[in-house]
């Protein structure tokens, strides 16, 4: 058993101080420091910094030189290892547009993975691509986009957790349809959707849109798009918060105009994130990163090299949100969103994925099941 000490406990309305946190594989409880603390207990002492949830990053294409779509167990191993030390305990890896055959290739490393017992928890598959607009297309490669077909997705409907598509290219209804009734997540994204459609796409079951902003239409005022549709709707929606894909104000203007429970941060991450400059690949092209910037040859940008810590602290001193409110958009609406009623909060009963960071988010420890993360 271990006991968490001298901490700013993050919890789903609040920050508590004067507490103490008594985990093994699951959270025991959260005491006031006047309960006596059980005997031959470890003590970890938090000296001050904030304890909160294990980050979810339901976004994230690769870190450390590896990439989903390499489709080895390895390159999951090495993803899954390098998280923890951004506060990530568990993620959805994501594949993105290519061969029919490679695809599958990942989803099948995927599903075999999910279970994990070393770094950050594997709950399923995002599945970004291929049933996108060619005009949106961004970093993917134009020759393998599809249309969507729920057949083509059938046999790994039981890893696929969520997947993007562009409504307006296709018969999109029935596809959506067929997901909901998987329990797939439908994501509206890299599409040039006019709001009507996305409006449609939503109403008939689509509840997440992807990287809001980015690789879709521009919001105008007499043609609000996919961007107006996710403002005016109950649908969650992710941001990249590395200030370069979302300008600060609107991350401050998406945190006013959405339930704060609605909106995700993700890191739209790839194999580059975590080594600093240098040139790297994403999905068969070459991407060059400088700082936080990581862009195509031709500077379109390429995914993001952002961690998830970073997204934090960035989205909070961009909008003012108090830190439980923007801690719980990588934590409790994730949870909530997939359905994963075990992690996402310190709350008595759920695992003991917990991260220690300080007001900065630099991160000073990260347990998985209870297990310090070296």
Known sequence: MKIITNGKFILPQQVVEKHHLIFADTIQALEPDSTPLPPDAEIIDAQGCYVSPGFINIHLHGAKGSDAMDGTPAALA?????????????????????????IYKALENIKNAQGNKQG???????VEGPFISVKYKGAQKEEYIDQADFTKIATYK????LITIAPETCLATNFISRCRRADIIVSLGHSSATYEEALTAIKTGATHVTHLFNAMSSLHHRKPGLVGAALDSDAYVELICDNIHVHPMLQ???YKLKSPDKIILITDAMRAALLGDGESELGGQKV????????????????????????LRNFKVNTGAPIWKVVA???????RELGLNKIGSLETGKMADL????????????????????
Not at 329 to 335: D, E, R, S
Not at 355 to 374: E, P, S, V
């Open 355 to 374: 991260t220690i960071f300080d007001q900065d988010f630099k991160i000073k420890q990260t347990f998985i099941n209870g297990i310090l993360q070296k």
């Open 252 to 254: 401050r203007l998406v």
């Open 329 to 335: 958009m990588v934590t409790l609406n994730p949870a």
């Open 120 to 126: 950050a928890k594997i709950l399923g598959a995002n």
């Open 78 to 102: 090495t993803i899954a290892g390098s998280l923890p030390s951004t506060g990530v305990t568990s993620f959805l890896p994501t594949t993105m547009t290519a061969s029919r055959p490679d």
């Open 288 to 311: 060059f990163v400088r700082g936080p910037r990581a862009t195509l040859a031709d500077g379109t940008l390429a995914g993001s090299v952002l961690a998830m810590n970073a997204a």
């Open 158 to 161: 039981d890893v696929i957790k």
